[in-house]
């Protein structure tokens, strides 16, 4: 049976336990489901946050994220993967992204989420700039996620 | 060939993309980005720190010493902050 990928791309938010359900219902192979969401917060150091707004390159997002998707599942036993990653304006509390793996067993899925994650964070092309009471501004990539991503590339 | 530009590389030329023409001289993404930032104000703004910026061709990521030879489109932007 195909291992069924899930990849969109959409400003509408999603539910992550119907996410979840979708990829679980009906299956008796899946041992283990690992989720991540990614939520807007209310403030960056000192400063509050009215929104986030995304950006991303149409197009190539997808075929990133794809790409990534068919790394992950020849790196691991996966039998389900879901990513959905919002875009246009989204406030604190909101949902931006969610990544949902799943194993029959707990590692591959684990380590499969943490993997889509940080090399989303590195190269899917999205942009993510902030509203405050400051104006708005883009916030600046961090060196921390390039070696989260290269870290995998080491093993 | 279309060049299209994302966040505030879009914001500082003042177009999302545009079709371009640059002489057979400019062979690499390097050099586009050097005769880019040759072509007014805005541009130059956009392009004043070359190392910082990215490029992809046709969707797929590529280094500045990437020949451009080919290319249908090419993106220009700065580090990516999704997920």
């Not at chain 2, 400019?26 to 050099?31: A, M, Q």
């Amino acid at each position: 049976m195909a291992i069924p990928v899930t990849i969109r791309i959409q400003e509408a938010d999603f539910d992550v336990a119907r996410e979840i359900a979708a990829l679980t219902k009906g299956r008796t192979d899946i041992g283990a489901v690992v989720s991540f969401s990614g939520i807007c917060r209310g403030s960056e150091g000192d400063e509050a946050i009215a929104a986030l707004t995304l950006e991303h390159y149409p197009g190539m997002a997808e075929a990133e994220i794809t790409r990534h998707a068919q790394t992950a599942l020849s790196r691991w036993p996966l039998t389900g993967l879901t990513v959905i990653h919002r875009v246009g304006r989204i406030t604190p509390g909101e949902n931006i992204v969610l990544v949902v793996t799943a194993s029959a067993h707990r590692q591959a899925a684990f380590e499969a989420a943490e993997f889509l994650m940080d090399y989303l964070k590195a190269n899917a092309p999205f942009w993510k700039r902030e509203e405050s009471a400051g104006g708005t501004s883009w916030i600046d990539a961090r060196e921390h996620d390039d070696q989260a991503a290269a870290r995998w590339t080491k093993s | 060939m279309k060049v299209k530009y994302f966040a505030w590389v879009r914001e500082r030329i003042g177009k999302a993309e545009e079709t371009i023409e640059p002489p057979a001289s400019v062979r690499t993404v390097e050099d586009l980005i050097g005769w880019l930032a040759r072509q007014g104000e805005t541009y130059a703004h956009a392009f004043e720190t070359p190392r910082v910026i990215r490029a992809a061709i046709d969707h797929a990521h590529v280094k500045s010493d990437t020949v451009i030879t080919g290319a249908r489109e090419i993106a220009f932007f700065p580090p990516m902050t999704g997920g």
